[in-house]
C-alpha cells in the first residue's frame, strides 16, 4: 500500500475519484507533524471513507505507509503556509488535504 497526496482544497471543490482516500482539515497553522497524526488517527478511529482497510495486515501497511509518506521531511514545517487560518464559526472556509490509498488489496 502507499499514501499518495491528491489535493489540497475545499471540500465543496473536492470532485474525488475512485480509488481510496482520506482526508485531512489544513490551515495555515498545520504543521507536517499535524498532517501525520490526523492521517493515524482517521484510520485508528475509524473515519476512513471506505471499508476497505479491515485486517490488521492492513492496518501495519497503512502505518508503515504513513510513515514513508513523511521519510526524511522536517515535521515542524508547515503544511501550506498560504491556506487562510479560519474563524470557528467559518466552516464554509474548511480546507482538507486528500490522500489517494493505492495498492490497497482485499481478500474478496
Same mark, same amino acid.
Given at each position: 500500500?502507499?499514501?499518495?497526496? &491528491? *489535493? ?11 480509488? @481510496? ?5 489544513? #490551515? ?16 485508528? /478511529?475509524?473515519? =476512513?471513507? /471506505? %471499508? ?6 492492513? /492496518? +501495519? *501497511? ?17 503544511? +501550506?503556509?498560504? =491556506?487562510?487560518? @479560519?474563524?470557528? +464559526? #467559518?466552516?464554509?472556509?474548511?480546507? &482538507? ?9 482485499? %481478500?474478496?
Amino acid at each position: 500500500m502507499k499514501i499518495l497526496y &491528491y *489535493e489540497t482544497c475545499n471540500s465543496q471543490y473536492h470532485e474525488g475519484q475512485h480509488l @481510496p482516500e482520506v482526508q485531512v482539515m489544513v #490551515d495555515g497553522t498545520t504543521t507536517l507533524r499535524g498532517v501525520k497524526t490526523a492521517l493515524k488517527d482517521n484510520f485508528a /478511529y475509524g473515519h =476512513l471513507e /471506505y %471499508d476497505v482497510l479491515t485486517t490488521e495486515a492492513h /492496518y +501495519d *501497511e497503512y502505518f508503515e505507509a504513513v510513515e514513508e509518506l513523511f521519510q526524511g521531511c522536517n515535521l515542524r514545517d508547515t503544511w +501550506d503556509s498560504s =491556506l487562510d487560518i @479560519p474563524d470557528d +464559526d #467559518d466552516d464554509e472556509r474548511d480546507c &482538507y488535504a486528500y490522500f489517494i490509498l493505492e495498492g490497497v488489496t482485499t %481478500d474478496d
